[in-house]
């Protein structure tokens, strides 16, 4: 692999180490000891939560690890193997012999045996690039689904204000004899109802949290920042699927990752095919007899490939391994383009229905919540009519604050295929 060197690659893997053995010691230091920080929890943003997956995720710490190994190998794949010394006396210990000997690998085939370990190794940084990307995508999904379950408690503790000012009208115009105990009870009813959805949403929260805390390495229960605002979701018409597709094609690491194994497999096959021609042992040394002195010996000696079944089936291995890369390759183009396709059309979907809501369906509900309890404050409509406009309300807010999480969750989905943020 160019530009990777062995002593970086030392540097880059105890640079990991220090830092996983710090997060690993912060880690264990936190749990027995539960004193408070000064510094506000992380979570109010996306960014900010995307940054703490990239520096202290175990996960993705692992797969950088396993780069940091596969880099490793490439020098010495291309080195020599050590050489061997000979020591050797006969009967009478009169003639002493010392050789060294070294094979040295001609045709190319040290160059092949790095373009194997740096394909290799490129293999597993697209592994790790991929298991990053699906990270990230996980916590895109949760973040939003933290957004939309804090924004819905607050929409459920307004609605409940609602229906609470809606049961004093109700006591009010009881007392005044007006309508049936019946109606005040009702309005209390709707009022314990919304206390069932609230105590849904807080789990719909508290799960999110924990699924962002497992991402950033902290505790289940601790503690996050209540969410400011979701990313921006740019509009279906600027994101072509040809464009989309071209860009994953460049950037998706899962075909990187298939495109080095193909290149492994290519020079594995080469490799092979130069194991057909001879290497060679030079050896060099001296020979000391009694009453002479030290005699230079030298020699060379050939590797000769005999091993022919050998040679076939590791041919064979290779133009196998090749093939099934390209297949895979190819699987897993379809595949992207595909997934891609389906999360424009969920896209496209949740932004119609979302301008649908904001636009319409709201100022509508909203109109009608407002039109509906003036009348029954005025004694010129019945309860039902509120109760329904108050729960129509309710459920346009919360069904957009779903949409706005299919859309975030879509975005994510393309964001993922292509490799990076839009």
Same mark, same amino acid.
């Not at 050789?99 to 045709?107: A, H, K, R, V, Y």
């Not at 040290?110 to 697209?126: E, I, N």
């Not at 939309?148 to 408690?153: K, L, P, S, V």
């Given at each position: 692999m160019s530009g990777i060197s062995n002593r970086g690659a030392k540097r880059k893997l105890g640079h990991r180490l220090v830092i996983f053995a710090a997060v690993a010691t912060s880690m264990t230091v936190s749990s027995l000891y539960a004193a408070p920080v000064s510094r506000s929890p992380p979570g109010a943003t996306v960014q900010e939560l995307l940054a703490l997956v990239r520096k202290f995720n175990p996960e993705l710490a692992a797969a950088a690890l396993d780069t940091e190994a596969a880099i490793a190998k490439i020098i010495p794949a291309g080195s020599l193997d050590d050489p061997t010394v000979h020591v050797t006396r006969d009967q009478?210990?009169?003639?002493?012999?010392?050789?060294?000997?070294? !094979?040295?690998?001609?045709?190319?085939?040290?160059? @092949? &045996?790095?373009? %194997?370990?740096?394909?290799?190794?490129?293999?597993?940084?697209?592994?790790?690039?991929? %298991?990053?990307?699906? =990270?990230? !995508? &996980?916590?895109?999904?949760?973040?939003?689904?933290?957004?939309?379950?804090? &924004?819905?408690?607050? %929409?459920?503790?307004?609605?409940?204000?609602? @229906?609470?000012?809606?049961?004093?009208?109700?006591?009010?115009?009881?007392?005044?004899?007006?309508?049936?105990?019946?109606? %005040?009870?009702?309005?209390? @009813?709707?009022?314990? &109802?919304?206390?069932?959805? =609230?105590?849904? =949403?807080e789990q719909s929260r508290d799960s999110a949290k924990a699924k962002i805390n497992a991402l950033i390495a902290r505790r289940a229960d601790a503690p996050l920042a209540r969410p400011i605002s979701l990313r921006r979701v740019p509009a279906v018409s600027v994101l072509q699927l040809p464009v989309l597709v071209a860009k994953a094609r460049d950037r998706n690491p899962k075909l990187a990752a298939a495109r080095a194994e193909i290149a492994g497999a290519e020079a594995e096959r080469k490799l092979v095919d130069r194991s057909w021609y001879p290497d060679v042992t030079v050896t060099a040394g001296n020979d000391s007899l009694p009453g002479m002195g030290p005699r230079f010996v030298g020699g060379v000696g050939l590797k000769v490939p005999l091993q022919w079944g050998v040679r076939d089936a590791q041919a064979q291995a290779a133009t196998a391994k090749k093939g099934a890369a390209q297949l895979r390759l190819d699987a897993e183009v379809f595949n992207i383009e595909s997934e891609i396709k389906s999360a424009l059309a969920m896209l496209n979907q949740t932004q119609r229905t979302g301008n649908l809501l904001r636009t319409t369906l709201s100022q509508q509900s909203e109109a009608a919540y407002n039109s509906s309890l003036s009348s029954y404050q005025l004694g010129r409509g019945d309860l039902t009519s509120v109760l329904d406009a108050a729960h129509k309300r309710f459920e346009i807010q919360i069904e957009l604050l779903n949409n706005e999480t299919d859309a975030q969750t879509a975005l994510a989905t393309i964001e993922r295929l292509v490799g990076g943020d839009l």
């Open positions: 009478g210990f009169l003639q002493t012999m010392s050789t060294i000997s070294q !094979e040295f690998p001609l045709w190319g085939k040290l160059g @092949l &045996r790095t373009d %194997v370990a740096s394909a290799a190794a490129r293999a597993t940084k697209g592994q790790q690039d991929n %298991v990053q990307i699906q =990270l990230e !995508e &996980r916590l895109k999904t949760a973040f939003a689904q933290y957004y939309a379950a804090d &924004r819905a408690i607050t %929409v459920t503790h307004d609605i409940h204000g609602l @229906l609470h000012a809606v049961a004093g009208t109700a006591r009010a115009r009881y007392a005044q004899g007006v309508v049936n105990q019946s109606d %005040v009870i009702r309005a209390d @009813l709707e009022q314990s &109802r919304l206390d069932t959805d =609230l105590a849904k =949403l």
